[in-house]
């Protein structure tokens, strides 16, 4: 199985801010990465594709970036709905999910 | 819109079976069940594709879960038998985007039925 990592696996944040999420992959999965937000109480709602393409719906100040085996979430300017826990998803192989990343207010 | 609603959940005892049920409103896409343990992460568990001839399962279930559909009905199905307390879990069914035969993303999921092994 492709193992995933994600840091930090806890961030605060103020809104407005720009904030990152790293997901690392245990070998190179090209480009099949997706994320997801999750809020309590709630399903996990994709995000992102590709890597870097970003699901119909999904606001523009999320993207993601990178390959092989680095990739990046980025939330461009934080608003109070982004507060809730994200995931990074290979799909190189058979599907694994990296252990989250909760975002919550500072 | 997709609308996907698990239901079947329940208390179960140790190696006990259950069925769970995801009605779906379009069935043109293959789907998936997913499941997170309380307070855990994500756990792929098995997929079947649109047509139901083709069906993979991750190791942690194979041989114990079933994951099946019936289209006239609109509705996927996962059996489980010998339930282990490791199975408590909130389960999703989701809908497949396949990229490869085995490479997929999940675009709509349920907000899922609850498990408990006791």
């Known amino acids: 199985d492709i193992q995933m990592t994600q840091s930090p696996s806890s961030l605060s944040a103020f809104v407005g801010d720009r904030v990152t999420v790293t997901c690392r992959a245990s070998?190179?999965?090209?480009?099949?990465l997706s994320w997801y937000q999750q809020k309590p109480g709630k399903a996990p709602k994709l995000l992102i594709y590709?890597?870097?393409s970003l699901q119909s719906g999904v606001p523009l100040r999320f993207s993601g970036s990178g390959s092989g085996t680095v990739f990046t979430l980025t939330i461009s300017s934080l608003q109070s709905e982004d507060f809730a826990v994200y995931y990074c998803?290979?799909?190189?192989?058979?599907?694994?999910f990296g252990p989250g990343t909760k975002v919550d207010t500072k | 819109q997709v609308q996907l609603v698990e239901s079947g959940g329940g208390l179960v005892k140790p190696g006990g079976s259950l069925r769970l049920s995801c009605a779906v409103s379009?069935?043109?896409?293959?789907m998936s069940w997913i499941r997170q343990a309380p307070g855990k992460g994500l756990e792929w568990l098995a997929s079947?594709?649109?047509?139901?001839?083709?069906?993979y399962y991750a190791d942690s279930v194979k041989g114990r879960f079933t994951i099946s559909r019936d289209n006239t009905k609109r509705s996927l199905y996962l059996q489980m038998s010998d339930l282990r307390a490791e199975d408590t879990a909130l389960y999703y069914c989701?809908?497949?985007?396949?990229?490869?035969?085995?490479?997929?993303?999940?675009?709509?999921w349920g907000l899922g039925t609850l498990v408990t092994v006791s």
């Open positions: 379009v069935s043109d896409y293959s």
């Open positions: 070998q190179s999965i090209v480009n099949y």
């Open positions: 079947i594709s649109s047509s139901g001839m083709t069906i």
């Open positions: 590709g890597a870097s």
């Open positions: 989701a809908r497949d985007r396949t990229v490869t035969h085995y490479g997929r993303y999940f675009d709509y």
């Open positions: 998803q290979q799909y190189n192989n058979w599907p694994t």
